[in-house]
């Protein structure tokens, strides 16, 4: 597709369950973000993909918190035995190269969890 | 560390008014400011941006000037309309950072009223 592509764009979960949330970036961009929008908190960074490493961890609130990337392209966050403060808007980026160029976001996932 | 910080709204106007967002920042680097737009129901994408003191970024009748000075960005537009109402992000990157990884000011909700 042309653009940033999140799936499912909504999940509503039960607290204790694990989630898989999948991020599906443009084409040939090689950095890839993690961003939570949540009420109170703002917008967030989670993490940081270069190609298939994560040079930078550092915004993941909890160690049940964690992403992968394979193939250079698709991103998957997983969030285990979540909790009611993970309820938020999941937003992925991607741009085609690291420094000072533009982030295209997806349209987010909105994760309840009940 | 990094930090922005912008006008809370929700700021409420009629069209054809004058719109300013106040926006300041405070990086450890040589930051570039961006703001970003949240129109209903879609997803952030990229308004304007300057790398470098006294840039004026520019679009779809936006402005806002990088002012090391002030440590500002303030977004200024002549003549808002009712399509223009959104939530407005204002962001910044350093370049330090790996990646470009962004940090965003809390949001400031526009409602333009015909």
């Known amino acids: 597709g042309a653009g940033v592509s999140q799936s499912p764009s909504n999940k509503v979960t039960e607290k204790g369950k694990d989630v898989e949330l999948r991020c599906d970036p443009i084409?040939?961009?090689?950095?890839l973000y993690w961003y939570r929008q949540s009420l109170g908190q703002g917008l967030e960074f989670l993490i940081y993909?270069?190609?298939?490493?994560?040079?930078?961890k550092s915004g993941l609130p909890s160690d049940r918190f964690s992403a992968e990337r394979t193939g250079g392209s698709v991103s998957t966050l997983t969030i285990q035995r979540t909790q009611q403060e993970d309820s938020a808007v999941y937003l992925c980026?991607?741009?085609?190269?690291?420094?000072?160029?533009?982030?295209?976001f997806g349209q987010g996932t909105r994760l309840t969890v009940v | 560390g990094d930090s922005v910080t912008q006008m809370e709204g929700p700021v409420t106007l009629s069209e054809e008014a004058f719109l300013t967002i106040n926006c300041t920042y405070t990086a450890t680097g040589y930051p570039s400011l961006f703001w970003y737009v949240q129109y209903p129901g879609e997803g952030l994408q990229l308004l304007l941006k300057?790398?470098?003191?006294?840039d004026k970024g520019s679009n779809k009748g936006f402005e806002a000037t990088y002012r090391k000075e002030t440590t500002s960005f303030h977004l200024e537009k002549g003549s808002v309309q009712v399509s223009d109402s959104a939530v407005y992000f204002c962001a910044l990157s350093d370049l330090k950072a790996a990646g470009n990884k962004l940090t965003f000011g809390g949001g400031t909700r526009v409602l333009v009223k015909p």
């Open positions: 084409s040939g961009h090689t950095a």
């Open positions: 993909f270069q190609g298939n490493s994560a040079p930078d």
């Open positions: 980026a991607s741009s085609p190269a690291s420094l000072n160029t533009e982030a295209f």
């Open positions: 300057a790398t470098k003191a006294d």
